[in-house]
């Protein structure tokens, strides 16, 4: 019995060991974007890259971002934000500003790559931030993808975040859509 009682205590504290240690070190990764008004989290299995910085000459010179990326999936995430600089400033969730980046961006993306389809758009609200996701398919970077594309914008600031998966993924890049909406 005292066997017994001892094998139980050291599975205990074996248990209780184990878990406090899982419980300091963190499975994600939390992003925030906007000041904080909008976050998600991503495994870390995905790696930041902070992205180039933008240029002048187009336009670009406020934008900021990271591409996060899966190499075991694949898979890759680009968070940007931009500085308006035309004294506009966008309402946290602006139907006017929301619809119309959604057109500039199907445009854009139907002009830069040759086979860009969307499939869906969905409104969605999070804590009062409106987005709106465009889910397409194209081929980059040699091969077909999926992609879900965020857009948004709060007072001066413009954000765009990408999904892209592979093609052949779709439960995948569905689990990570899941991630960037928690949900929705």
Known sequence: MATFIKTAA?????LTAGSVFAASKPTTQTIS?????FTFNLPKA???DTLPAGKADDGTADTQGTMYANQTTKSVVIVAETVR???VTIG???AQFLDGAVAGFVKDQSAALPDFKKQSEKKLNVKGL???QVDST?????GKTLQSTFLGGSGNHLLVIQAISRADDAKGHAALVKQITGGK
């Open 10 to 14: 050291l599975l205990v504290l074996a």
């Open 33 to 37: 974007t906007l000041g904080g008004k």
């Open 46 to 48: 995905y790696a930041a």
């Open 85 to 87: 600089k035309d004294g």
């Open 92 to 94: 946290d969730n602006d």
């Open 130 to 132: 409106g987005l709106r």
């Open 138 to 142: 194209a081929t980059q970077g040699g």
